[in-house]
């Protein structure tokens, strides 16, 4: 059993800055490597949009509203993926999904956090 754990949303004002993390974490004895891993968001009435993400050879993607002021790293020995984003705009207001693609002994499975709320307004 494997659960994403997501931290760092809350309320940020225009032109700030915030960093959301989200955890792999598998119950003891689970052994995984993470094939990749992503940032969604949905705002409201919107469909889920891809907002970064990164896969096992460490390319990254960005979408192209958040490119140049957003970055996504991961910390491979915590299981960790990282984005942090910068000049931070109203439209960025949404919940934010981690994603993480993860392959096992025999399984591979797609896994989704809760969501973190974001909310950019002054």
């Not at 931290?7 to 004895?29: E, F, I, K």
């Not at 689970?30 to 969604?40: H, R």
């Not at 919107?46 to 192209?64: C, F, N, P, Q, W």
């Amino acid at each position: 059993q494997v659960q994403l754990v997501e931290s760092g949303g809350g309320l940020v004002q225009p032109g700030g800055s915030l960093r959301l993390s989200c955890a792999a974490s598998g119950s003891p004895g689970t052994i995984f490597s993470i094939n990749a891993m992503a940032w969604y968001r949905q705002a409201p009435g919107k469909e889920r949009e891809l907002v970064a993400r990164i896969i096992s050879g460490g390319s990254t993607d960005y979408a192209d509203s958040v490119k140049g002021r957003s970055t996504l790293s991961r910390d491979d020995a915590k299981n960790t993926v990282s984005l942090q984003m910068n000049s931070l705009k109203p439209e960025d207001t949404a919940v934010y999904y981690c994603y993480a693609h993860l392959v096992g002994g025999h399984w591979n499975r797609d896994y989704w956090g809760q969501g973190t709320q974001v909310t950019v307004s002054s």
